[in-house]
């Protein structure tokens, strides 16, 4: 792991509490998902929201699941800050 790498992490568990460990497990686990499958969307987003220790309604999880699988996710950060926000 590179010090950017490293500056990373660190910074996400600072500020998340979120093991870097946890993350490479999300990372893998998504490598090679279907994205355009709602169960496999869904779980996911719970297992993201677990992992942050974030409870997540369920209508912003079925919004965002939605957005994702009819691949309409925001490709700037203002837009995808607003559909976690909403």
């Not at 994205?35 to 409870?55: G, I, Q």
């Not at 950060?77 to 559909?83: E, Y």
């Amino acid at each position: 792991m590179n010090n950017f790498q490293k500056g990373l992490f660190d910074k996400i568990q600072q500020n998340a509490n979120i093991n870097p460990n946890d993350i490479y497990k999300v990372a893998d686990s998504v490598k090679n998902a279907n994205f355009s499958d709602e169960n496999t969307v869904r779980n996911l987003v719970r297992n993201l929201a677990k992992l942050a220790n974030k409870p997540i309604s369920k209508e912003k999880e079925d919004k965002i699941v939605q957005s994702i699988v009819k691949n309409k996710i925001p490709s700037d950060a203002q837009s995808l800050n607003q559909l976690f926000k909403k």
